[in-house]
Each structure stands twice: as structure tokens, then as C-alpha cells.
């Protein structure tokens, strides 16, 4: 007859319970009911579907999150190489903005191939061309007196339908704005930027001239 005192064993298979299916060989007194084996099984088997769904929705939202801070990245190199191919800058070109006007394009091309070559050692192509718009507009500041600055913009058309040339376009460059940098430090040539849209004229090229001193 058994002690009325001996303390309860736990249902096997329910919820909260640490017995498994192993006590039934360690407590022979204990005999498995079919039903509360089907139970157990049953309840282990949706514990195992619901850890299994947790880890696949956690590996399907790792996944979206690494896809979507790919797209939201730029891509450095791809939009380098377009602005490199539509904006060309010319930062390799060696200038100075003064002596006054230039009578020809012909004379003014001798006198760009001889100061690369003079001050870099460095042969270019004047007859390149880098820019296949015949209309830009080109922006560049001037200092006043007590470094006040002036933003000025200039309108430049080239004489071939094909665009402008390195020689031509700053032929058309230097003459426009020398006489303004007759008294100004900044007047060596550092490159092009593109500057975007024109706010009046969108649909014409854009640029900044980069002038150091």
C-alpha cells in the first residue's frame, strides 16, 4: 500500500514538468498512459516547429537587412567612373591666367604645350576634346579690395560642332576673364567642377573655375 504521505509525481508530458519519456524506465511504479505519451509528444513536437520558425524568421530578416543597407549605399567607384566620362575637369592642365589677351588660338595652344612642358615636364593634347556641348557657362570668383569676393559667370560657344578642345576652351576661358585677374593672386588654372544645374539655363553645361594662387 502505498505511503499517503509520498509526495505526487508530476504528470509525464505536461507543460512545466521536467520528467521525460525516460522516467517511465527509472520509476517502475509508474505506469505511462498511452494518451499523456501522445501529449507529451505532440507538445514537444510544436515547441521544435515554433524554435525552428524563430530561426528562420531571424535568418530572413538578417537577410533583408544586410540587402537593404547594400541598396541604400552608393556605389563609389560606378559613379566616379560616370562623373569621370560626362565631367571632364582638366586638373592635370597647367595654366596661368595672365599677360593679357591672346591674338589667336593657334599662338595661345604654342604657349600651353610650352608652360606644361616648361613647368612639369608634361606633354598634353590641346586638340582633345572634353566637352561635346558647344554652349557652357563657367563660374569663378574674383577678389576685390580687402579679399571681398565677386562670383562672376561667363557664357562661352564654341566654333566647332563637335564641342570644345582643351586649347579652345581655355583660349576662350583665359580671354574672357584675364583682364579681371590682372591684380589678383588667384590666377593659376586648377581644374573644372561641375557645379549641376544651372538655376536659369539647365539644359547648359555647368561649371566652377577652380583658381589657386
Not at 521544435?48 to 535568418?59: D, E
Not at 564641342?163 to 581655355?170: D, I, K, M, S
Request: with cysteine.
Amino acid at each position: 500500500m502505498k505511503d499517503a504521505n509520498m509526495a505526487k509525481e508530476p504528470e509525464i508530458g505536461k507543460p512545466g514538468s521536467s520528467m521525460n519519456l525516460s522516467m517511465a524506465t527509472r520509476a517502475p511504479h509508474i505506469a505511462p498512459d498511452p494518451e499523456r505519451l501522445k501529449e507529451y509528444d505532440e507538445y514537444s513536437a510544436k515547441a521544435r516547429k515554433q524554435r525552428l520558425k524563430h530561426l528562420f524568421l531571424s535568418m530572413l530578416f538578417g537577410a533583408l537587412t544586410a540587402q537593404l543597407i547594400a541598396c541604400g549605399q552608393p556605389d563609389v567607384a560606378r559613379e566616379n567612373e560616370a562623373a569621370a566620362a560626362s565631367n571632364p575637369t582638366m586638373v592635370n592642365m597647367l595654366w596661368s591666367f595672365s599677360g593679357g589677351k591672346r591674338d589667336t588660338l593657334e599662338k595661345f595652344v604654342e604657349e600651353l604645350i610650352a608652360y606644361n612642358r616648361e613647368t612639369a615636364q608634361r606633354e598634353i593634347d590641346p586638340d582633345e576634346i572634353v566637352q561635346k556641348n558647344r554652349e557652357i557657362i563657367v563660374s569663378y570668383s574674383r577678389y576685390e579690395e580687402e579679399d571681398e569676393q565677386t562670383d562672376v559667370e561667363i557664357r562661352l560657344v564654341s566654333d566647332s560642332d563637335e564641342g570644345f578642345t582643351v586649347g579652345e576652351l581655355l583660349y576662350k576661358i583665359h580671354n574672357r576673364i584675364v583682364e579681371s585677374l590682372e591684380d589678383s593672386d588667384h590666377h593659376f588654372f586648377e581644374g573644372l567642377i561641375d557645379s549641376g544645374k544651372h538655376e536659369k539655363y539647365p539644359d547648359i553645361p555647368f561649371y566652377y573655375l577652380n583658381l589657386g594662387s
